[in-house]
């Protein structure tokens, strides 16, 4: 089992609607969790942390976490063809370095 | 805003070369990572280091070894290059511990070993 998964995409999502990234992480001890954007050919860029149980708005986005199931999102609100990217979920573990998922390539359709 | 700087942008080596990557940030952070990326593998660690002079090993530091000289100054060294170190690499900062704010990354740095 991977420590840290996303489902890959594409993901095509109408410009306007609402995008929802998935990751799941084994590390039970993770206590910190990031989301990073990636544009084609560019470094990531971080855009959301999270760190309890519960939902966390920013602006268009949303990250939700339950580590219970192991389990946090992000939510992108009215879609903009500009969050066309790969998003990074990574997760904070015990041994206190972020572990990346392999990313899931959003594709916002105009 | 916490500037991370790598010295390159493009590179092409020779198998066999010995490359350094460079890698400056400019916030007085005390933690820096070495990191390549490829296709379907995602980010993979290879070297970090929590203070000057001190450096540990990542998921995949064979082939590689890094220099911290001074606080602001990360390098990896790829002592002979080869062509399975074709990658993209990202040099990246955390003020503090990384569950603390994460990380700040380099623009990367693309590695064509031919």
């Known amino acids: 089992q991977k420590e840290v998964e996303q489902n890959s995409g594409p993901l095509s999502v109408p410009e306007g609607a609402i995008a929802s990234l998935n990751c799941t992480y084994s590390d039970r001890v993770s206590q910190s969790f990031f989301w990073y954007r990636q544009y084609s050919g560019k470094s990531p860029e971080l855009i959301m942390s999270?760190?309890?149980?519960g939902d966390k708005e920013d602006g268009r986005f949303t990250a939700q976490l339950n580590k219970a199931s192991q389990y946090v999102s992000l939510l992108i609100r009215d879609s903009q063809p500009s969050d066309s990217a790969t998003y990074l979920c990574?997760?904070?573990?015990?041994?206190?370095?972020?572990?990346f998922g392999t990313g899931t390539r959003l594709t916002i359709i105009p | 805003d916490v500037k991370v700087t790598q010295s390159s942008r493009y590179l092409v080596k020779r198998t066999g070369e010995k490359v350094f990557l460079e890698c400056v940030q400019d916030m007085d952070h005390e933690n820096m990572f070495w990191y390549r990326q490829d296709p379907g593998l995602g980010l993979r660690l290879i070297y970090f280091?929590?203070?000057?002079?001190?450096?540990e090993k990542g998921d995949i530091p064979e082939g590689y070894s890094v220099s911290r000289e001074k606080k602001e100054r990360f390098s990896l060294i790829l002592e002979s290059a080869s062509t399975n170190q074709t990658s993209m690499y990202l040099c990246a900062s955390s003020l503090d511990l990384p569950g603390n704010y994460g990380y700040t990354f380099g623009s990367g740095t693309r590695l064509t070993v031919v």
């Open positions: 999270i760190y309890s149980n």
């Open positions: 990574a997760p904070s573990g015990g041994n206190e370095k972020l572990t």
């Open positions: 280091s929590y203070d000057v002079k001190m450096k």
